[in-house]
């Protein structure tokens, strides 16, 4: 079976993924550079450099990338890399490209706690204050300055021309509400890939895996089986 690894987005910690930890507890999370770990970076491909290294010192052979938004980037990257190792990829409201408003960034120099409670409010689509929180406090444990970097990592990829150069199966899940990365964006990447399948989650936003843990981990246990078999 293939070892799932998770990658985190912007802004956010290993530990947003609690709830994927206690559903695969053989999966691997780690934190990117910067993310409570040392690094600075400022690009998707410097965060894949890092992903790469994960995986050797793992040693894993086969394994399937769960990347949400920045982390589902990082994945593309290593699978347009023809990483060897990777045998497929989910991702978690993500696309091939990842436009920031300036506005956001305006935000982050301005104020960045204020910044981090707006974002923390588009991360889903029901904004109970426990998860708003949780945000807000991963944000500001990375910092202004990388989560800043984060974003600047976002805006500058764009891999829609070559999306139809990865060849391993590709599985698109996206929150039916999420205002980060519509569905549509997701869908349209998706359908550039060969073989690549788009899902839709109901009442979720960006953050789906939080607001519908039940529904997300069975979507990525039933591709792993498939990609299994």
Known sequence: MPALVFLHGAGCLPAVF??????????????????????????????????????????????????????????????LRHHPSVRGIVLLGSSAKLRVAPAIFDAIDTDFPAAARMLAGYFFADARPEWIDGAVAQMLAVGQAQTRRDF???????VLERLPEIAVPVLALTGEKDVMVPPKFAAAAADRIPGGQARIVPDAGHLLFIERPAETNDAVRAFVHTIAS
Do not use: K, W, Y
């Open 152 to 158: 600047e990592a976002c805006n500058s990829f764009d």
């Open 18 to 79: 609690d709830l994927q930890a206690a559903a695969f507890p053989d999966a691997i999370i780690p934190a990117l550079p910067g993310h409570g770990v040392p690094g600075s970076p400022r690009s998707v491909g410097e965060f894949a450099d890092a992903i790469e290294r994960v995986l050797q010192t793992n040693g894993l052979r086969d394994a399937v990338l769960v990347g949400s938004s920045m982390g589902g980037a990082i994945a593309l990257e290593l699978a």
